[in-house]
């Protein structure tokens, strides 16, 4: 039935519309639909993973898992923003559902997302042991959520053993599609080698040649990623690295480090750090006069980082971003997204948010374009690796590893004086294409395992 | 090696920081060796002086007067968890009281974080406090060289109620030993409270100062209430001289070697406990056999 809706689709359109407007046609031939696709399915594709006990009912489960506590947790709880805002747009057949996945009609493949969320508490344990639950009890056929990336690599090898779509929200780290890249894994946001290669350039032109640069690291595979891509970036343009500090995730005071940083004698900060440890790091780097004669980079831009620092602390800061609100200014889609998200939540989105939304549209897409949610389908699918219209422009999967090809932002902290609202901090300074940031696939040694 | 300003550099730094943890733990201690309850909602108590804080700067626009908001606001929490929860505990077993303040601990955050959100809120350095110090090869932000010496202050009012008051002479003799407190005439209940509630003050008065420094957070207690029971295990426990000690003791250990290897930093803490408690486990000032 399914298949037939699509073949008629383009020829038929008005047609169709037409019996949408019946709203007891429409009842009607949503339930006769799902019931057929289901017998289709279930007799078309062997049993894997949760398929197909997972779509036995009238709902499919998505389990979102995110840090609700700890230096990520604001973070975290954008990102279920994001998701239920994906969700209800999904289930309502929205026109924006639409604009991502034009085969959507009410939910996913008819069926209405149903979805539960866990606090992952920034811990790669405590992240398998509340996924496992989403799939076990659950029957989830859908994985979502993360700031870290020590946690999306935990999350995402469990997934692939289970068999089950897992979906990084915030993942910086290289490893993440790179060596701990995983069949069942798709990462949508910029990474520390994206960031880096759009973000050195600008800096150079900005800050000048010959800059000395000092690092603060969170020490765990997100931190070393972009370090080592900032270093690869900055050196090759001429710029040194005289310093390098690497405090854990959830340190509360960064004297010790600042101190040392103080003493290295470099002119150009790079802040690596991210959510409150980003917040924290920065406000005492100012006060230990570091920001006075050094200038601060943040090549991976935490959400909020912006409204918990302040404008007078931000501006002429420069980062990358995955999305920030603005965008809505020149795309339609992002305007949508924008909007509806103030509207729900009485502010601004945060890129944490978007990249959530976004997975969920990707994701539903994929399926609906897959016709199934039967896994290995629905990989191959994305493997595809088709143009998709979305709210940051044109994107695409790269089927060797597993990334998104998509345009990175960089971004600059406003004057206050020139910021139009509180909400206005950054200026966009330059939307970098996909195509010219991505790193060769084999350079950070992704081999993706079997689908089935 | 590192060079000798770096050195001398984190010895200060380390000493400032310790200083902090030095307060924070003798509010915990005194409640632990007057009351025998080991208060894990103390980190609790700490974020709540931090957001009475934030709340009166927000009114009045004074920080001197957040510090108070922050002192009150933390007091009157404490007076209330005493008065309905705790007190019903004194004669239960230890983990009964670790799980109940434990408890309470995590209601008042998650309550925090339904009313503030999880975004950090903004408390400034107040104007008094910006700009840098140089002394020599030293520079310290002023702020923190001020919170020293406020920290300083709370120690020595603490030092001088608990040493050179009656109300002082009572809870160190109720320290020793209860019972005979009690049955020389003393209501030792309302004693208790009193030095919950002052327990309780400590940590906010210790949350407000060091806002400025941090992200306050629903969640900002936690690492010091985690750090505040290794200074007292290192200082001897229900010890004030100890937690005092103890705490300049961890300051230092941390930002030392921190100077080498920052990420030991913290390990060299646990491991520099966990040593002691082998070699002398009543620790630095405990005395042997106490409860």
Redesign the interface.
Known sequence: MNNDDDQKNPKNGIDRRDFLKLSAGVAGGMMLSGGVSQLAQAADYPAIGNYPVGIKGSSVFMGIAVPRTGPYSAQGEDEIKGYLLAIDHINKGSSLARAYSPNSHKGVMGKKIEYGIADNQTKPNVAVQAISKFISEHKAMMITGSVSSAVAIAAGKLCDRERTIYLPAISGSNATTGKDCQRYSFRACHFAYTSAKALAPVIKNALGAGKKVAYLTPDYTYGHSVYNSMKQFTEAQGWSTVNNQLPPLGTSDFSTYLLNIANSGADVLVNICFGRDAVISTKQAKQFGLLDKMTLVMPYMAPFFEEEVGADLLQGVYGTTEFWWTLAEKNPMAKEFVADFEKKNGRKPGWSAHIAFLQTMLWARAVESAHTFHPPTVVAEYEKGNKITTDIGDVSWRAADHQLERPVFVIRGKKPSAMRNKADFYDVVEAVPGADVMPPIELFGCKLGSAT | MP?L??FL??LF?GL??GLLLSLISAGLTIIYGTLGVLNLAHGALFMVGAYAGFMALQWTGSFVIAIFGGMIGSLLVGLVMERVIVRFYYQRPPEDQILVTFGIGIVITELVRLSF????K?VP?PSWGEG?TRMGFL???N??IEMMVFVAIALLALYLLLYRTRLGMIVRAGIEDSLMVNMLGINVYRIFLLVFGIGAMTAGFAGIVTS????V?P??GE??LVQSFVVIVIGGVGSFPGAIIGGIIAGEI??LT??FS??Y??VMLFAVMAVLLAVRPQGLFGIEGRE
């Open positions: 060079s300003p770096l550099s984190q730094n400032a920081t959100g999880g975004i950090s903004p350095i840098i520079f310290y932000p702020y923190r400025p420094i941090l992200a957070t969640d900002m690492v010091f941390v930002s921190s100077m920052p990420a930093s913290q």
